[in-house]
């Protein structure tokens, strides 16, 4: 079965320092992993992806990811955080033999000025 | 095409009674899925469509819920009598294909039960 673990329900980081928002995942198969995020009172928006190739993804808004295989990990990051990145992110994982998204349940980053 | 829309946005009910929610996916997009989030946690997969046949239900899906997409197009989301348990933001998204692109999210309708 898949499954998506976001270890920190929060995480602070000051404006302007790195941020790293952390994921692990386990599928059978081939995993293409997402990272969304999520405003208050709205639906997802799609961020990244990896599906294959290059293990370091750029996304939307200057975030990055780094797949890992070895350590089955999607960490989200960015270099200089912003006080408008405040939010609530999601990793998610499908499989290349599944055909829905599991989600991890979320981590709620708050960014300090 | 703006995306996937959900209506209502907000549905207050009481207890027992019948409730639908609409989602209008990308028109080209042949995937429907519905998802539920509570609060604190992740979207929770409910049900999906690959044009007008539902394909898989999850076990959260109590025979009080029932899903349809008649034309391969709009799909509504029905709950039946009502339970304060059901309170929650439902999910809609559509995808063109399997879903390795990602999907496409709407905005959600938040149900509260009283």
């Known amino acids: 079965a898949q499954s998506v673990a976001q270890p920190e329900d929060q995480v602070n980081v000051a404006e302007g320092n790195p941020l790293t928002v952390k994921c692990t995942y386990s599928?059978?198969?081939?995993?293409?992993l997402f990272w969304y995020v999520q405003y208050p009172n709205r639906g997802l928006q799609f961020l990244l992806k990896?599906?294959?190739?290059?293990?370091l993804v750029k996304g939307s808004y200057g975030f990055e990811a780094e797949f890992n295989k070895s350590q089955t990990s999607f960490h989200l990051k960015k270099p200089s955080a912003l006080v408008s990145d405040s939010a609530l992110y999601f990793c998610?994982?499908?499989?290349?033999?599944?055909?829905?998204?599991?989600f991890g349940k979320g981590t709620r980053l708050h960014i300090l000025p | 095409d703006t995306g996937v829309s959900q209506d209502p946005r907000h549905k207050i009910t009481k207890r027992g009674q019948n409730v639908t929610f609409r989602c209008d996916p990308i028109?080209?997009?042949?995937?429907l899925y519905w998802y539920r989030q509570t609060l604190g946690q992740g979207p929770e997969f409910l049900t999906y469509?690959?044009?007008?046949?539902?394909?898989?239900k999850s076990r959260l899906l109590s025979d009080r819920f029932s899903a349809e997409r008649p034309k391969g197009s709009f799909s509504t989301l029905e709950i039946q009598r009502t339970e304060q348990g059901d309170s929650a933001m439902y999910l809609c998204?559509?995808?063109?294909?399997?879903?390795?692109?990602?999907?496409?999210f709407g905005s959600g309708t938040r149900l509260t039960v009283v």
């Open positions: 998204a559509s995808s063109l294909g399997q879903g390795a692109d990602g999907y496409t």
């Open positions: 599928v059978s198969g081939n995993p293409y």
């Open positions: 990896y599906i294959t190739g290059d293990n």
């Open positions: 998610a994982v499908i499989s290349n033999r599944d055909d829905k998204i599991i």
């Open positions: 028109s080209e997009h042949n995937r």
């Open positions: 469509f690959q044009n007008e046949a539902q394909l898989e």
